[in-house]
């Protein structure tokens, strides 16, 4: 039977093409239902505030780069979205002193314009962001090595480069997008092989740091969320880290703070992850075939998914 074409983009794979029986299921799950997806190799975590929430986020950083070492370089692969645990991170770094000139940090993804990589001083690069949100800030006797700092590039040789340099990513952090992506790994267009069935998890998961097409609904959350809804005035190309270096992190680690994906959404995957239902309309269910991957939920950001009139 053919997969149903989806009601967001027809042109594009989404979780809308998801079987309606299992979409039904999803939107009954409590929290407590999402506590009990925990299982070996995925585990759901919830905090009672945002303080902690972000807190806990932000210390993630500074555990993995405690572990660094000239002999046994660590790192870790970081979102924008969200970024509130990034001053967070500088903060932390400073009072503890702690001296980064063994750590390393990857950035996720950057806009794609014209065929490269909008410039640093551009006001969406998320190298911007993270530059002035948390390394900036960074007391300069501390900071990493700006060797140490790897961004993803228009020219991704240098950045898939680093992931096989022998430096080890302890974490990699993300959020989760409406379109239930991590980083920019959208699902495809309806096209060519992909028309009548998406990539399987097995073809998606060889797919490593490249330019993509972002699905419409990332164009329109991230008009939303980073430019008061212009959504002409948001790039549809990225530079994403891939599932390939995504596999090469010891951990991969997501944060729901209700404030990205919905109620819906926040629910979808990790049921599809828990119950190891992997299908590359919704790139993160693929997660359930990565060995270390834990959920962190804000417990008032989770909602419900009940029909009400607003």
């Not at 972000?54 to 870790?76: C, F, H, M, N, R």
């Amino acid at each position: 039977m053919p997969r149903k074409e989806s009601m967001l983009a027809p042109g594009w794979w989404d979780f809308t093409t998801l079987d309606d029986e299992l979409l039904n299921d999803v939107a009954k799950l409590t929290p407590e239902d999402l506590l009990q997806l925990s299982r070996d190799g995925f585990k759901v975590v919830f905090y009672d505030s945002l303080e902690d929430f972000y807190l806990a986020e932000a210390l993630e950083y500074i555990t993995s780069w405690k572990q660094s070492t000239a002999d046994d370089p660590v790192g870790i692969c970081g979102p924008i979205g969200p970024t509130e645990q990034l001053p967070l991170v500088a903060r932390l770094v400073n009072e503890l002193q702690l001296d980064l000139s063994e750590a390393h940090f990857w950035g996720m993804d950057e806009w794609i314009v014209n065929g490269r990589e909008v410039d640093a001083d551009h006001l969406l690069s998320f190298e911007k962001a993270d530059r002035e949100l948390c390394f900036n800030r960074i007391d300069k006797k501390f900071r990493i090595p700006e060797t140490n700092l790897h961004f993803p590039k228009a020219d991704t040789s240098e950045f898939i480069d680093s992931w096989n340099s022998g430096v080890r990513c302890a974490v990699m952090q993300g959020g989760q997008g409406d379109v239930k992506h991590w980083a920019f790994n959208d699902p495809v267009k309806r096209i060519g092989v992909h028309k009548d069935a998406p990539p399987s998890p097995e073809e998606f998961r060889k797919l490593t740091t490249r330019i993509v097409d972002l699905h419409p609904v990332t164009c329109m959350q991230n008009a939303r969320t980073s430019a008061g809804g212009v959504v002409t005035g948001v790039p549809t190309k990225a530079v994403t880290v891939g599932p390939v270096e995504t596999w090469k992190a010891g951990k991969v680690s997501i944060w729901h703070a209700g404030m990205h994906d919905n109620p819906f959404g926040q629910r979808l995957t990790a049921f599809m992850i828990g119950k190891k239902i992997t299908d590359s309309s919704v790139p993160m269910s693929l997660l359930a075939d990565h060995p270390n991957v834990q959920f962190n939920y804000y417990r008032g950001g989770i909602g419900v998914c009940d029909t009400e009139m607003h």
